[in-house]
């Protein structure tokens, strides 16, 4: 008898013991977050921060109350103490950060335990040995002549099928009497970029922008995998997520089981591949690491810190610029110029139809995006002034003193702010706060490339950005075939975007705009 009574006694007192361990954990957790945020000052900053008083004080994002913030500062960096985070906008300080100290400012736990679930032993979480092999080995492919025009090939292909168009269908779609058709171009560049950077990583295509596609069980299990890993940065304490990954509650539940389908589909791709299943093109990312490692899981790691490195960031970026071309006409004007100039055509009269409505003759060469100037500056004009990732952060190993005599405790976390950087007098001169591509140029007109410590949009020293020349190739080839056909007018009242929180910048409710075929005998389909 008694054997038949004692394991359901045993197993309430196994979930009676479990559940009391959570409370209290539950409770101790909480006691830690309120005992973190007490324990410091109580200074105007900390205040303002833990009040969110900043949104009444007018600033549309935290970003620009940081960068209200720094500016005021006289070293050009601040302490929000309650989150144990140092900012700074100092270009000698970003120096000593990210390359004179650099082994002293890693990535370090807090950042590769956020994103480890999701991105593995990938570049992005890891450092030491395991990050300087990858680094080599993706700074040796995305250099290699044969993956760049690879690559150029994926984007001249993505536009041509793809983005073009879809833009052609939207502009010619029928208008009624003082209302235009509007999409969302964030949610259209997000598409562009994800297609782009899979065929790139994996060649295989996931055909998110084909008209009257769904979007594919890959893209979806990625897109929330990389929004919840983001979601984990803004708990109050990392105990809290932890605890909730632990019992598989709620928003960790959804991001175990996004995870789960994007392994799944990654190694079904790596198994394919490893078993023979060659790629049509043998140039993709994957095909070229299969050689370097035998470890399946490794090898899905690295190409899906890939995806997360071409994706957002991309799209992030070319919403923003065509945001800010559309409030600036003029600067839409020197950019035809610019594209007809380097193509060296004559009047948009002459062009022919082809297929999906798209005239051919306008899509430049990788030489001719090279003779872009105007279109390079106005670029990087944008991202100075909205980057991609707007600040980035690493831990202090050990203490430290920063150049301007700030001391650094060991374990606090080291913000450089991109953003808050775009808007700094003493780097960009009194009309930093203006879109104005001029000011990359010399005095003869030549492109005169910033320090990456001044101009830290795509990182700097050894971590730097290792897509960036892929990156600004993909927009300017967007951009070179999208303004001579496309007029883009963005639908945002006032100044400047609200920003949601995450890992890339990108536009809450994203960014509405009404296209426009350029000339009355813009290719029409059908
Ligand atoms: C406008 C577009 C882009 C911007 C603004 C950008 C910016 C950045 C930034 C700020 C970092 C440093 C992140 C960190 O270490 O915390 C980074 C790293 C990196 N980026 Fe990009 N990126 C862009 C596009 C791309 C593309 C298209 C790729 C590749 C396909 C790429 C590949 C990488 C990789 C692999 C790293 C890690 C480098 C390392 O840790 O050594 N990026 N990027």
């Known amino acids: ?124 979480a890891v450092d030491g040995d395991s990050w300087l092999f990858q680094r080599k080995m993706a700074s040796l492919e995305l250099g290699s002549v044969s993956v760049r025009s690879y690559a150029f090939q994926i984007i001249s292909g993505e536009l041509r099928h793809r983005l073009l168009p879809l833009l052609s269908s939207v502009a010619n779609s029928p208008h009624q009497a003082g209302s235009c058709s509007v999409i969302d171009l964030q949610d259209v560049f997000r598409r562009f970029s994800f297609d782009t950077i899979c065929k790139i990583s994996f060649d295989v295509d996931h055909r998110c922008l084909e008209l009257g596609q769904p979007l594919s069980e890959f893209a979806v299990a990625f897109d929330k995998a990389s929004r919840l890993s983001a979601s984990r940065a803004l708990s109050p304490s990392p105990l809290v997520w932890k605890l909730k990954r632990l019992l598989n509650l709620g928003l960790e539940k959804e991001l175990r089981r996004a995870i789960r389908l994007v392994d799944v589909l990654a190694r079904e791709v790596i198994r394919q591949r490893r078993n023979g299943g060659a790629s049509a093109s043998g140039r993709d990312l994957l095909s070229r690491f299969l050689g370097s490692t035998d470890d399946e899981q490794y090898l899905r790691d690295i190409v899906i810190s890939f995806l997360l490195a071409g994706r957002d960031t991309v799209a992030s970026g070319l919403t923003a610029f065509f945001f800010l071309l559309s409030k600036h006409p003029h600067v839409e004007a020197k950019i035809l110029e610019d594209i007809s100039r380097a193509t060296a055509r004559g009047g948009i009269e002459d062009e022919t139809c082809e297929e999906g409505g798209v005239s051919k003759e306008r899509e430049p060469t990788f030489e001719q995006l090279g003779r872009m100037e105007y279109l390079h500056a106005a670029l990087y004009e944008s991202m100075r002034v909205y980057p991609p990732v707007q600040f980035d952060s690493r831990f202090a190993v050990e203490d430290d003193i920063l150049p301007d005599g700030t001391f650094v405790r060991k374990g606090t976390r080291l913000t450089y702010h991109a953003y808050a950087m775009g808007r700094m007098e003493e780097i960009w001169g009194e009309d930093c706060l203006e879109f104005r591509p001029e000011r990359w140029f010399d005095k003869d007109g030549v492109f005169m490339p910033q320090s990456p410590f001044r101009y830290s949009v795509f990182h700097a020293g050894s971590r730097i950005c290792v897509g960036k020349e892929l990156a600004v190739t993909e927009m300017k080839s967007v951009v070179a075939a999208v303004v001579p056909r496309f007029r883009v007018e963005a639908l945002v009242d006032g100044p400047t975007p609200k920003f949601a929180s995450g890992l890339t910048a990108s536009i809450v409710g994203g960014l509405p705009v009404v296209v426009r075929a350029r000339h009355p005998t813009e290719c029409r389909s059908g």
């Open 1 to 124: 008898m008694e054997s038949l009574t004692q394991p359901p006694k045993l197993q309430s007192s196994i979930s009676l013991a479990f559940f009391s361990f959570a409370a209290v954990f539950l409770v101790f957790s909480l006691l830690l977050v309120v005992l973190r945020w007490r324990r410091w000052c109580t200074c105007d900053i900390c205040c303002a921060y833990m009040s969110s008083s900043w949104a009444d004080e007018g600033f549309e994002n935290l970003v620009d109350w940081h960068a209200h913030l720094l500016r005021q500062s006289p070293t050009r960096t601040i302490h929000i103490h309650v989150l144990g985070n140092t900012i700074t906008a100092e270009p000698a300080t970003v120096e000593h950060m990210l390359k004179t100290r650099f082994d002293n400012y890693p990535k370090g736990k807090t950042f590769s335990s956020i994103l480890g679930d999701l991105l593995g032993r990938g570049i992005f």
